[in-house]
């Protein structure tokens, strides 16, 4: 299995502040890495596909890059809104499997 | 815009089957893959399998011996079974819209609202 590592495990940051957040796997998988957004009791929602294209309807100030085993989630300029967990998941080959997830806290 | 829907027991005891069914609207079940994921209480996402609409099946090896999905396309449902559950199956299970056919490339779009399942006695 391809095992995703998401850190930080969580971070506190203020409305406006620009957001990283990173993903590594355990081998390579090209771009096949897609990111989700998860608010409590909520179901997660697409953000981006292929480790960089915006998914319909998402802000832009979402962003992903990177390739093969290192991937980067970006928010420019962070809203109220954005406050969740943020999850990353390969499709480079099955079991499909997700990092262990970002929260994102109000500072 | 497609809506996904879970429905099943929010209770199920040790060593029985969990059964959930998802019914796909406001589009066809035809050309896509469809996925099974779930997420126990506090914890991350798993995901479980997925089913082609015309019936082929790739399961998470971890759960293989114990999972079924299947398809009822006259009824544009799928179905997920996993049998001899026991207290770590408890989760909230999601059903969700995988890739199209003739796609190398899986993410889950969109989701269902999710349901839990607790596993006791």
Not at chain 2, 75 to 103: E, H, M, P, W
Request: aromatic share 12%; proline share 5%; glycine share 8%.
């Amino acid at each position: 299995d391809i095992q995703m590592t998401q850190s930080p495990s969580s971070l506190s940051a203020s409305v406006g502040d620009r957001v990283t957040i990173t993903c590594r796997a355990s081998q390579s998988i090209s771009s096949y890495l897609n990111w989700y957004q998860q608010k409590s009791g909520k179901a997660p929602k697409l953000l981006i596909f292929a480790a960089s294209s915006l998914q319909s309807g998402v802000p832009s100030r979402f962003s992903g890059s990177g390739s093969g085993t290192d991937f980067t989630l970006t928010i420019s300029s962070l809203q109220p809104e954005d406050f969740a967990t943020y999850y990353c998941q390969q499709s480079s080959s099955t079991p499909l499997t997700f990092g262990g997830g970002t929260k994102v806290e109000i500072k | 815009q497609m809506q996904l829907q879970e429905s099943g027991p929010g209770l199920v005891k040790p060593s029985e089957t969990l059964s959930l069914t998802c019914t796909v609207s406001g589009g066809s079940i035809s050309s896509y893959y469809w996925s099974w994921i779930r997420q126990p209480p506090g914890k991350g996402l798993e995901w479980i399998g997925y089913i082609y609409y015309s019936g082929s099946t790739n399961y998470n090896p971890s759960l293989k011996s114990r999972v079924t999905i299947s398809v009822d396309m006259s009824k544009n449902q799928f179905s997920l079974k996993l049998n001899s559950v026991t207290a770590a199956d408890t989760a909230v299970y999601y059903c969700a819209r995988d890739r199209i056919s003739g796609y190398d490339s899986d993410w889950f779009d969109p989701w269902g609202q999710g349901t839990l399942v607790t596993v006791s006695s």
